[in-house]
């Protein structure tokens, strides 16, 4: 199957999409020594106005002690066509990696496998995850290098290790405010108290609280859309694990972090506080100069363990102009701007945030240092006012080379 004609592929994928779901494995390529497979998450059902914000447990991935390279997702219809983000909004989907014990269901008795860092807690735990900017995103690990997964050493006895996918997708059809509804607004999705019934926080206009699973966010009036199923199909490629790989561990700054540091009884204390929602208000029109409405938010926080810098990406939402990661001495360790569709067609709808600019330093160039602070800065426009914005920054280190 090294090369395989792309009309046999789509006829393939949507032969097997009709007749199993969840699909795999809709080919494999080993024509390198990358090798290469589609997914398809199971399906979700959507309706106008729907946010589906679901957990998808023990999902198709890679098997065996692997390194993996790269990650790609986007949201298609049951025919695999590119659904647009006008139609579907891609609020984010994430991966992450856990153990179960062997044979067991019960979503209990998992223990997530976070990344290297720096939030606390179940917060930001995954090993990929993006929105909509997933289509014209890069995520390829240049060589030597690799995410390594499935190291038997690291699998507690009696586990095994399983894939989570959490998909957000918003059915923005119809709606009355397909930017309010994308930036979930309560006020739109009629939400007042949280998933607990609790009141929310005074002041919270928007974000995840307010567009949990199932919300439905305000139609226009008398508008009559059909259901529709939609997938998240994710393309991975890895290669088997041998010794010439280079581990990197994956690092998910969030500019709204609350860093705490302390002197503990074993040296520094560092504790973060990472809300991952933040919003802006409109900019005081009075202060417009030519430099334009900008909100600048920052975080600072150390590095435990430094490492050479191999690849980073920041994820912004729609309003986002880019974010910048800094060593200690104010080097800009990457930059990472939005690019921002201009048409029609799946992967460049205007005005939504279709790809980021990512950063692949030659390996050796970028050193952080152990111990060194960081600091990350995301900028947005604030000429107009948004609710639960996003500045995170996902970056690979290894700490050889
Ligand atoms: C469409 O989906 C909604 C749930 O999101 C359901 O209540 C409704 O009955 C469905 N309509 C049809 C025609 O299947
Ligand atoms: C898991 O299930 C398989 C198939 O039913 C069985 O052969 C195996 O012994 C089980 N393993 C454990 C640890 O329960
Ligand atoms: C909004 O929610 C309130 C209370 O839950 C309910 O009484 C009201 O009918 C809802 N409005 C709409 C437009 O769904
Ligand atoms: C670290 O600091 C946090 C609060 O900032 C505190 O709750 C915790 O007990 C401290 N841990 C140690 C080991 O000092
Ligand atoms: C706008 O900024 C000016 C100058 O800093 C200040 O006097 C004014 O009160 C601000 N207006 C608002 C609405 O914040």
């Known amino acids: 199957m090294g090369c395989l004609d792309q009309n046999w592929v789509t006829s393939l994928v949507i032969l097997l999409l009709a007749l199993c779901t969840p699909c795999s494995d809709a080919y494999t390529k080993?024509?390198?020594?990358?090798?290469s497979a589609v997914f398809y998450s199971p399906k979700v059902e959507l309706s106008p106005g729907i946010s589906s914000n679901k957990f998808y447990y023990d999902v198709k991935f890679p098997e065996g002690h692997v390194a993996l390279k790269s990650f790609n997702g986007e949201v298609v219809d049951e025919e695999g066509n590119s659904v647009p983000l006008y139609e579907v909004y891609l609020h984010h989907w994430l991966v992450a990696r856990y153990h179960q014990p062997i044979n067991s269901t019960n979503t209990e008795d998992i223990v997530i496998v976070k990344n290297a860092g720096v939030c606390q807690g179940n917060t930001l735990p995954q090993y990929f995850g993006i929105g909509s900017e997933t289509r014209k995103t890069a995520t390829y690990i240049p060589d030597p290098f690799g995410v390594e997964i499935g190291n038997p050493v690291e699998?507690?006895?009696?586990?095994?290790?399983?894939?989570?996918?959490?998909?957000?997708?918003?059915d923005t059809r119809g709606v009355e405010d397909r930017w309010g509804c994308t930036e979930c607004r309560c006020d739109l999705y009629n939400v007042t108290t949280d998933v607990d019934?609790?009141?929310?926080?005074?002041g919270y206009k928007g974000g995840l609280q307010c567009c949990t699973d199932n919300t439905q966010c305000r139609l226009k009036e008398g508008y009559k859309g059909y259901n529709r199923t939609v997938y998240l199909k994710y393309?991975?490629?890895w290669v088997d694990w041998d010794y010439s790989i280079i581990p990197v561990k994956i690092y998910i700054p969030d500019v709204t972090d609350i860093v705490k540091i302390s002197n503990g009884p074993k040296g520094l204390n560092v504790t973060h506080n990472c809300q991952v929602e933040y919003d802006i208000d409109r900019c005081n029109t009075t202060e417009k100069h030519d430099s334009g409405c900008i909100d600048v938010r920052k975080t600072s926080f150390p590095m435990i363990k430094g490492g050479y810098v191999i690849y980073g990406v920041a994820h912004q939402h729609a309003g986002g102009l880019g974010s910048t990661l800094y060593g200690q001495d104010g080097r800009v360790i990457c930059t990472s701007l939005p690019k921002y569709g201009t048409?029609?067609?799946?992967?460049?709808?205007?005005?939504?945030?279709?790809?980021?600019?990512?950063c692949y330093p030659r390996p050796g160039s970028i050193k952080i240092m152990d111990g060194e602070t960081l600091t990350l800065v995301s900028d947005y426009s604030n000429s107009e006012p948004h609710t639960g914005l996003m500045g995170l920054f996902y970056f690979l280190l290894a700490e050889r080379l």
Do not use: F, R
């Open 30 to 35: 080993t024509a390198s020594k990358v090798k």
């Open 155 to 170: 699998i507690p006895a009696g586990y095994e290790e399983k894939w989570m996918i959490n998909l957000h997708a918003i």
């Open 197 to 202: 019934g609790q009141s929310l926080p005074p």
């Open 235 to 237: 393309t991975v490629e």
């Open 343 to 358: 048409g029609k067609q799946a992967g460049n709808e205007k005005g939504y945030i279709v790809g980021m600019t990512t």
